[in-house]
């Protein structure tokens, strides 16, 4: 019998390969979650191309990872085995790639992404006192909104807690959020009336298409009840501020957003503020160090007005 002399040689090779890490990443989140829906969404792809990724590397590894029932998939034996692993190996490449970063931002500015309206009627307007007392050492602000990723320049990031992120992230709360009708002052009368109880049926409603739920929560939270009443949607909480300070309307206004135009008498807000039960944070991807520039960062964050 004669057999081929490299067919063991050709077989450990094999063995060896590894699998895309386009697909162990795929792999990663998905098990994190065990949803394919929500690692869509965390790596900016469609579900779809993570079920074809997950059915390439168990087609490529000759075993399930994930048992599939009822619309819902859970990781198997082998999955939650490879799971860990490919967990500590992304955890190790993240750890050293945020260390390069830490060196590097030694010489480039660091970069802090915040919510675009957030960062044009609060931050912005106070980032002079910021710099007073730091000069010398370099922010660079950057408009951004919802998902975002470390691995793409950001070092930190202010966000509205309201969508999932991945759990290694860190998390420090910088204000509550509360959020109150608004309007020019000028049409109090005629859309609150004299008493300034509540909101008269006519009056026209603004609000952001990224909170539409926003005018029922905060009649929700006062104990109030809307009747049908004109809706008018914008992309941007900046928008929708804006048509009130034109007299369009009234806008649900989140207060860091308003409090500049409603201490200025631009805007009026006949029935104060609540909190709906959401935050705004400062996340970082790693707990920040005392007597670093990021924690000078999150104390002033966390004070200023």
């Excluded at 859970?74 to 790639?97: N, P, W």
């Excluded at 480039?108 to 009627?121: A, F, I, K």
């Excluded at 709360?173 to 959020?179: N, P, Q, R, S, Y």
């Excluded at 200025?264 to 005392?290: I, Q, T």
Aim: hydrophobic fraction near 40%.
């Amino acid at each position: 019998m004669i057999s081929d002399g490299n067919s063991d040689y050709k077989s450990r090779i094999t063995e060896a390969r590894m699998p895309s890490l386009l697909a162990l990443r795929c792999f990663e989140s998905a098990g994190r979650f065990e949803s394919f829906a929500r690692a869509a969404h965390e790596l900016h792809l469609t579900p779809g191309a993570i079920s074809r990724a997950i059915r390439l590397l168990e087609e490529d590894l000759g075993v399930d990872l994930f048992e599939r029932r009822s619309r819902r998939v859970y990781l198997t034996q082998a999955g939650k085995h490879l799971s860990r692993a490919v967990s500590e190996g992304l955890g190790m490449m993240s750890q050293a790639v945020r260390e390069i970063r830490t060196e590097a931002r030694r010489v480039r500015p660091l970069v802090l992404s915040c919510e675009p309206t957030l960062l044009m009627r609060w931050l912005i307007p106070r980032w002079s006192d910021f710099q007073k007392n730091h000069q010398g050492q370099d922010i660079h602000l950057v408009a951004g909104g919802g998902y975002f990723s470390f691995d793409h320049g950001i070092d930190l990031a202010i966000r509205r807690d309201d969508f999932p992120r991945p759990a290694e992230y860190h998390v420090e709360t910088l204000f509550t959020e509360k959020v109150g009708p608004v309007c020019r002052p000028e049409k109090l009368d005629q859309w609150f009336g004299k008493a300034r109880k509540g909101l008269h049926s006519t009056a026209p409603l603004l609000q952001t298409i990224s909170r539409p739920a926003a005018w029922q929560e905060w009649a929700a939270a006062k104990g109030l009840s809307l009747s049908a009443m004109q809706v008018q949607s914008f992309e941007h909480f900046y928008f929708s501020i804006q048509a009130a300070v034109a007299g369009l309307g009234v806008a649900i206004g989140p207060w860091h957003l308003v409090r500049d135009d409603v201490h200025s008498g631009v805007l009026a807000a006949p029935l104060g503020f609540v909190e709906d039960g959401s935050r705004y944070c400062l996340l970082s991807p790693a707990a920040l160090k005392n007597g670093s520039l990021e924690m000078e960062l999150l104390k002033w964050l966390q004070t200023v007005e």
